[in-house]
């Protein structure tokens, strides 16, 4: 069976594996993020890279999508907040906006400046959506990467349009995220959020909501489907003695919890006959009713060992995993191949393990030696049979011996009468 296990604890996940099913986007800024930094992170010159011989990286995937009159803050992509403090001594950050050739001053008694590897907007004006480029050199390498702004106008139509979308599951507690706060919530403890839902405020210590004080998040009991909808969470941010509101719409989807049952083990027999030297194949089948076996992890184990593990020759291997229906029912199932059996197979305790997320189970299964099939009575037919005939033959030429002798006499009986009658 294919999976992304570490070896010896059943179904867990290999780093290798989960990078490899990282999406495209995330992997490249990933990269972006590693790359970028590690190039600038090397001793002090006295110089830097001239301008003009900068390498364009691309797009940031992420747009910024704000509302008028709010703080911004631009995280330069290149440089992100917890490689900055090691990289800030031997880079020179500068950020500028697509149409327009200057670059933006670093001075906060302008409405827009750069600090700390951000640019920082207070306020934000609908004039100032656009692309801004962070330019990151040092005496060796220089680079770019751009990221757009979009300002609306403040406004309750315009939430729709910078929502959030998260999932909660039906009938289940989940959570709330007051999302791309950390510019602003950085190394405080006392952060503050109001939670609204349709702008109607939310008793947040009640039955069906609570804050999680001093963070971002609100925990939601017992969602249903009514509470499918917008939400909008707010805080207050104070610079230079002002107060600004910053306000984040979240779009909250309910998603119906999938009907899963608990996976049935259905074979094999607890006990399998098979002969030294032969080939043996032991499926496992799982019966899942209506679950869907995306979900269901199924493996073999021998003496609680992964078999890869055990049997590193492949001797013994597990074969490709199945997934089929019968009568609109789901079932999986997973092969033991044997090829070939040998004597340490009778005494190793194999067992079939199957999980989903309501339960899991186990069924243990041997291997003995089949009874031999040789017989005495068939070897010893044909031989059997050859005697019989023989002893035919012999008691068919006695029994014609014994009538030609007795035919003799008869004759020789006879003919001594006849002697005796004949006249003298």
């Avoid at 069976?1 to 990933?30: A, D, E, N, Y």
């Avoid at 006990?271 to 194949?281: D, F, M, N, Q």
């Avoid at 184990?301 to 789901?330: C, F, M, W």
Wanted: aromatic share 8%; net charge neutral; glycine share 6%.
């Amino acid at each position: 069976m294919q999976s992304c296990r570490l070896h010896g604890v059943g179904p867990q996940i290999s780093t290798s594996c989960v990078l490899r099913k990282l999406s495209g986007t995330t992997m490249f800024s990933l990269y972006m993020l590693m790359m970028g930094a590690s190039a600038f992170i090397i001793q002090p010159e006295a110089h830097t890279v001239a301008a003009g011989s900068c390498q364009y990286r691309g797009r940031h995937y992420k747009r910024e999508l704000r509302l008028e009159g709010e703080p911004v803050a631009l995280r330069c992509p290149q440089m992100p907040y917890w490689l900055w403090d090691s990289a800030r001594p031997h880079v020179n950050l500068t950020w500028r906006k697509n149409d327009s050739t200057g670059t933006i001053p670093g001075e906060e008694e302008t409405r827009m400046w750069a600090q700390d590897g951000a640019l920082w907007v207070l306020p934000a004006l609908q004039g100032d959506s656009g692309t801004y480029i962070c330019t990151a050199r040092n005496a060796s390498h220089c680079d770019e990467m751009s990221i757009e702004l979009r300002v609306f106008e403040n406004a309750e139509a315009s939430l729709p349009l910078i929502s959030y979308p998260q999932f909660l599951t039906l009938s289940t507690s989940g959570m709330l995220v007051c999302p791309d706060l950390s510019e602003f919530t950085r190394n405080k403890t006392d952060v503050k959020i109001q939670w609204y839902k349709d702008s109607v405020p939310l008793d947040q210590d009640d039955e069906k909501f609570a804050r999680v004080r001093g963070t971002t998040r609100l925990i939601v009991h017992d969602v249903s489907m009514e509470d499918a909808g917008y939400y909008s969470c707010t805080m207050t941010f104070t610079h230079g003695g002002r107060q600004y509101n910053i306000t984040r719409s979240v779009e909250l989807h309910v998603r119906k919890r999938k009907e899963e049952t608990i996976p049935v083990i259905i074979s094999p027999l607890k006990t399998i006959s098979a002969s030294l030297g032969s080939r043996l194949v032991i499926p496992c089948k799982v019966f899942l009713g209506a679950s869907t076996p995306l979900t269901t992890m199924l493996w073999w184990k021998a003496n609680d060992t992964l078999i890869d593990s055990a049997y590193q020759g492949g001797r013994v291997t597990e074969g490709p995993r199945q997934e089929y229906s019968e009568n609109n029912e789901n079932y999986i199932e997973v092969p033991l191949i044997f090829d070939p059996v040998i004597r340490e197979d009778l005494n190793t305790d194999f067992k079939c393990v199957v999980l989903n997320s309501w339960s899991s189970q186990t069924l243990r299964t041997t291997v003995k030696e089949a009874a031999s099939t040789f017989s005495w009575g068939i070897a010893l037919a044909p031989l059997s049979l050859v005697f019989l005939v023989l002893g035919g033959i012999c008691m068919h030429r006695r029994c014609r011996h014994r009538t030609g002798k007795a035919h003799g006499l008869t004759t020789l009986k006879t003919g001594l009468q006849d002697f005796q009658s004949y006249p003298k």
